[in-house]
């Protein structure tokens, strides 16, 4: 057989697993990709769609014979899907390899450790860097990795031959993968993206409150658009983000609210050098993210 | 003579001054347009592309016959600029109106108050919300403020015909003009753009400063690109417009603060009821602000 693996197991088919599977499918990673979900319209879907071969509503019959199950639920539901997936498979690292999507990695272990007692070996937390506005198996695009990053945080104790199929899995899709420890994954996630949505809700929740709110949105220009897109996102992911990743996000919000207090400072004593300092060094910072940004983005 | 007015004087033949110009120059709206500033080098290339018909280098010069006078120079110079100005004017209300297109008007308003003694009859703040990442004459654009806002923020003691000239001056652009007093205009400028920048500056300071800042930027996404992407903006612009609007910025700042520090109980206190209504009643804000502002957007 010249395929990697037989069985790919999605569990969850919206927009990340949907995509996934797609992908695998255009680049026949494997001879099966199996759907388990809650809805059975999402999975029928995918039947339709060519994108899973088959699908089954009950998790034990699905995991059979898989060789990598894909945990593709919404973060906060991540961890109760493996706290009911791990006690079904063999505790002596011979079932199959268990990877995972969600935004957060230190509560997923957490979840893991507790239910087993300990990170298994076959299990590989990651996360893919991508998403879209749109969600659902019908948003799902067979592209959607292609040049994006890939974050793997394997463990000491994590079976090395796990790790490269998972490496494998997520390089066929096009995406760049990387490993990083579960602690700075989830400090650099707050940072640069649990942070700015909950600065942007707080923004357009203060500014919908203020008194003169009518005049604040209607005046607001492209700035203002780009800053708070964000804003846009599903409250539901967003609470469930938060709440999973509390420490690092608190952590990273304080780091930040020190900063703008210090600005708050210069800006009330009129400090004129001050302001134009940490303005301009960010500034600085924000033009070297964009154009390695630009490099990365480019065919 | 068919043409609204002879003669209008641009002070600074920036990005928005140019603009200005290729638009009253299109439409014919004046027979003559004259510049005035300190770089001799952007007032000659326009008239080499034929933005405007002459230019001097002296003030006095530059303004004689003038119907209209439009302050253009950058925000923190325009408060100077008035002061230079406006005591070579009539003071009985027979000489040219000026207008401004200033990002802040309380402190224009003292500068001219501070100068002549009160408002005078003949000045019409205002501010154009159009703008461009570029700068300089070569940027600007005959539809820079089409389907743009333009507030103007006339004082009881304006002379209405002066408010009448200056709106159907930028009326003539393409703009919508709208009528604001100062105080509200400042408000709601701080909180829809000079608070984001601040923010921006902040996190992008913030993150650059922390001990993963290689790993951060590294594997920021499509969102935070999108959130920062005004600290990109120029500093020293904006340490101005900071600066100039110091006391609506300050309270812009303290109310998103206190926004912010309620939802950083929430996180710590893991109260995902409190997050998820915040963060619900936020994109209801969001998407209604994106829905009428894609309306306005239409041609």
């Known amino acids: 057989m010249s395929r990697a693996h037989d ?11 949907g995509s996934l599977a797609r992908s695998l499918r255009s680049t026949g990673f494997c001879q099966d990709i199996i759907g388990w979900g809650h ?5 029928r879907r995918g039947v339709e769609l060519d994108i899973i071969d088959s699908y089954s509503l009950n998790l ?8 990598v199950i894909v945990v593709a639920t919404p973060t906060l539901v991540a961890a109760d899907m493996l706290r009911q997936l791990l006690p079904l498979l063999p505790r002596d690292g011979s079932g199959p390899v268990v990877t995972d999507v969600a935004s957060v990695k230190g509560s997923l ?18 996360h893919p860097i991508a998403g879209s506005e749109r969600s659902g198996v019908d948003a799902s695009a067979v592209d959607l990795f292609q040049r994006h990053r890939v974050i793997l945080t394997p ?14 899995m997520w390089a066929s899709t096009g995406a760049e993968v990387i490993d990083m420890d ?22 357009v929740d ?31 992911m967003w609470k469930d983000i938060a709440l999973a ?22 800006i009330d004593s009129a400090d004129a050098e001050a302001l134009l300092a940490t303005f301009t060094r960010a500034k600085a910072a924000r033009d070297d993210f964009a154009s390695s940004t630009a490099e990365r983005d480019a065919p």
């Open 7 to 17: 069985r790919i197991v999605i569990l969850g088919l919206g927009l990340i697993g």
């Open 39 to 43: 809805r059975e319209a999402s999975l």
């Open 206 to 236: 203060a500014l919908a409150q203020s008194d003169v709110s009518e005049n604040i949105f209607r005046f607001a220009a492209g700035g203002f658009r780009d800053f708070t897109r964000i804003a846009s996102s599903d409250p539901v």
């Open 60 to 67: 034990e019959e699905a995991i059979a014979d898989a060789d």
């Open 155 to 168: 463990e000491p104790d994590t079976d090395p031959a796990a790790v490269e199929l998972v490496r494998r």
């Open 182 to 203: 579960v602690n700075t994954h989830d400090s650099v996630l707050a940072a640069t993206s649990h942070l700015p949505h909950v600065l942007a809700y707080a923004l």
């Open 245 to 266: 990743n509390r420490e690092a996000l608190l952590a990273s919000l304080d780091e930040f609210n020190a900063h703008l207090m210090t600005l708050r400072a210069a």
């Open 109 to 126: 272990r957490q979840a893991a450790i507790e239910v087993t007692g300990g990170m298994p070996a076959q299990l590989v937390l990651g």
